[in-house]
């Protein structure tokens, strides 16, 4: 059993629920200290609910002075296919993050069920392969195997824990909303251009950790000091000092 296992064609599958398993340590560590590695890895993926896409601003009197004979200036052209390509691709993006539930589950979790999905398969396909052979499948193809066969698992697994999962855990609650709110730096003294780590409380009382840095060039947010978002740049946010003791408090 310990030969099959360790198998240099099982290799990709005792990696991932190596991983798995390093990650929910972490994950455990990081919750006792106060860290949360579930909520830093969620605020850098995109929105999936409303996907950011950059179109450009056309002014619209200008645009048909500049038009002579109904034909767009090779300039404009070019810009909109790349708006629209650049639209697609993270639309799609965008749409296997959600068939995958994240925004309903945290991202962490999804990551531990796809490693465990896909370790497993992965086995059980090598197992089915090496009783009916006596050899097993090259690493490379069971791995395209248990891929294949990991993604709906994860989908299944991960809808099902977003339907018992407390209301207030499953609650998808957009990053746009945490500009204006109050929240407390825990890690690092955040300078322009090297954020901190701050924590938010949202509506539903749930915590959300975020990348933060000064709005005010040459100001340091020192770690324990109470701080207002004032904007959202990519997975970063800026933010200033509170003034006021309850709103730096408010977040505790």
């Known amino acids: 059993m310990i030969d099959f296992i360790l198998a240099n064609q099982n290799t990709p599958f005792a990696v991932a629920l190596g991983l798995m398993i390093a990650i929910a340590l972490a994950e455990g560590v990081g919750t006792l ?7 830093m890895i969620d605020s850098l993926l995109p929105e999936v609910d409303l996907p950011d896409v950059d179109v450009p601003d056309i002014d619209a009197p200008d645009f048909d002075a500049d038009i002579s004979g109904g034909a767009l200036p090779a300039d404009l052209e070019v810009a909109g296919a790349g708006a629209d390509a650049t639209g697609a691709g993270q639309g799609i993006f965008t749409q296997i993050l959600g068939w995958l539930c994240f925004g309903k589950v945290p991202a962490l979790i999804i990551l531990v069920i796809f490693l465990t999905g896909f370790g497993l398969a992965g086995y059980i396909l090598q197992s089915v392969v090496h009783s009916l052979s006596g050899w097993l499948l090259p690493g490379v193809v069971a791995s395209a195997g248990a891929f294949a066969g990991a993604l709906p ?11 018992v999962m407390p209301k207030d855990e499953s609650d998808a609650v957009s990053r746009t909303t945490f500009v204006g709110k109050p929240a407390l730096i825990v890690q690092g003294n955040a300078e322009k251009g090297l954020p901190a780590q701050a924590r938010l409380k949202d509506v539903h009382g749930q915590n959300h950790y975020l990348l933060v840095e000064p709005d005010v060039e040459g100001e340091v947010l020192a770690q324990g000091t109470g701080v207002i978002i004032v904007r959202q740049l990519g997975s970063r946010y800026t933010a200033i000092e509170s003034t006021s003791a309850a709103l730096s408090g408010a977040s505790e």
């Open 33 to 39: 200290m106060g860290l949360g590695l579930s909520s």
């Open 153 to 163: 698992f994860t989908r299944v697994t991960a809808l099902g824990l977003s339907k």
